[in-house]
């Protein structure tokens, strides 16, 4: 049997999974593995609030780093703490202690990845990240195991469980947004300052580190393009319902021949027989298209204290066994995208725009126009509603769906639709994926 020491560092949520998991499934990883994996020093900022929680006996606490550090026998260090700093400095210190590090913290690999990936390697550590991205799916190990005989073309998926509680209200039970919000905060899906998640950050992290291991190229985090859903409303739930679509929030990465890459987090409709459209609550599904595989979608719990339990733990084994031979990206991990990668921020797609207009004789074919002379095509145009305004005339709400476009010629005919003097406001666009 062999016995590994490890340390956590945090016991909130995530730390305290993690020690619950390795102590209800210590016998059976015994027996399966033929590990013996002991938690030998926690890092905590109040010991007297981790004892109360009656979870790890009080010796096993530390206020000071430097008691795992400087700990030989500690071999694996699980960060479990959140956030960018102190985290950062942490993990950079346990890999150049030649110790090993497992982590859930997209945030601070989204943007330090390529600093992390290099000391390991110097230090012959190792650092695993699978507990990054979707809880409990095995996205990442699927991406550099399962997939490796593919070109992955495109990925495609739901990676934020509280955007997509909040939709899935908005979408079912026609609720504001702001409704919706304070649901999810009273469910502890979201958190006092919801920011990271409603504003796409949360998100972004993680498709800067999907995309990065589909792709084989390090995708900073400040290349993906990043919309939020706080402006949605109700009205774009009814327009989506009257064409057939639902509404998530999507992070999308495709690439194309030429080394052409695309990566964005946006608000986005898709057809109702579309796998990811189904997706509902606070789950997370991804679906990933490869040239050999065709077609596949992951799907399970994305966020929770024993779903990320579940993968970090998984983490902590591959570790064990690998020790004194890790394994380490085999694309270039470095600060700034690779100069034989490029970005695509003219991407191609189908739009929804809603719009707020006079209701007069020769709107349409004036806004129409406008389309057509920055080369957008139009599918179809709605006209969900009249009232009256208070100068005796009508208002109208026309919502307008294009083939596929360029955004740069969208955003320019919105900028001169805007202008138009029948034009009370452009309310929304929504981008579609079929």
């Known amino acids: 049997m062999k016995q590994i020491n490890i340390a956590l560092l945090g016991f909130g949520t995530v730390g305290t999974g993690v020690y619950k998991l390795l102590l209800e499934n210590s016998i ?28 790890a006996d009080r010796s096993l606490f530390t206020l000071k780093i430097e008691d795992i550090l400087d700990d030989p026998s500690i071999s694996v260090v699980v960060e479990c703490m959140g956030g960018v700093e102190p985290s950062r ?13 497992v982590t859930a913290n997209k945030e601070v690999i989204s943007k330090h990845w390529h600093t992390f990936e290099q000391q ?18 095995p996205l990442l190990r699927t991406l550099t195991d399962s997939l490796q005989a593919n070109n992955i073309t495109r990925l495609m998926g739901i990676i934020n469980g509280t955007t997509n509680f909040i939709l899935t209200r908005m979408s079912e039970k026609g609720m504001s947004f702001e409704e919706a919000l304070l649901e999810a905060q ?19 992290y993680k498709l800067s580190i999907l995309s990065s291991l589909a792709f084989h190229t390090h995708i900073p985090v400040d290349a993906v393009y990043r919309e939020g859903i706080s402006s949605l409303s ?33 608000p986005t409709m898709l057809p109702k027989t579309h796998p990811l459209a189904a997706i509902r609550g606070s789950y997370n599904a991804v679906f990933i298209t490869g040239n050999a595989v065709g077609d596949i979608m992951l ?21 064990c066994h690998n020790e004194g031979r890790h394994r380490h990206n085999t694309f270039r991990n470095i600060p700034d995208m690779d100069k034989d990668t490029h970005l695509v921020t003219d991407w191609e797609s189908i739009y929804c725009i809603r719009t707020k207009v006079n209701d007069k004789p020769g709107v349409l074919s004036l806004i129409s126009g406008v389309f057509a002379k920055h080369n957008v095509s139009l599918k179809s145009v709605l006209q969900f509603a009249q009232q009256d305004n208070s100068e005796g005339g009508q208002l109208a709400w026309i919502t307008f769906v294009t083939h596929k476009a360029r955004e740069k010629a969208v955003q320019s005919a919105l900028r001169e639709i805007d202008l138009l003097e029948c034009t009370l406001e452009v309310e929304s666009l929504i981008r579609v994926e079929e």
């Open 28 to 55: 059976d990883i015994e027996h399966r593995e033929g590990l013996s994996i002991c938690v030998k020093r926690i890092l905590v900022r109040d010991i007297q609030k981790a004892a109360r929680l009656q979870l």
């Open 89 to 101: 400095t942490y993990i950079l210190s346990a890999l150049s202690a030649k110790k090993s590090v």
């Open 120 to 137: 390991a390697r110097d230090s012959g550590a190792g650092l695993y990240i699978e507990a990054t991205v979707g809880g409990g799916i």
């Open 186 to 204: 009273s469910r502890g899906y979201a958190e006092a300052d919801p920011a990271s998640d409603i504003e796409g950050f949360d998100a972004t």
């Open 234 to 266: 109700t009205s774009d739930f009814e327009a989506a319902r009257q064409l057939g679509y639902e509404i998530k929030l999507l992070a999308i990465g495709k690439k194309a021949p030429g080394a052409l890459v695309e990566v964005r987090v946006h």
């Open 299 to 319: 799907y399970g719990k994305g966020a929770g204290q024993l779903p990320t339990a579940s993968s970090v733990v998984s983490d902590i084994i591959y570790a």
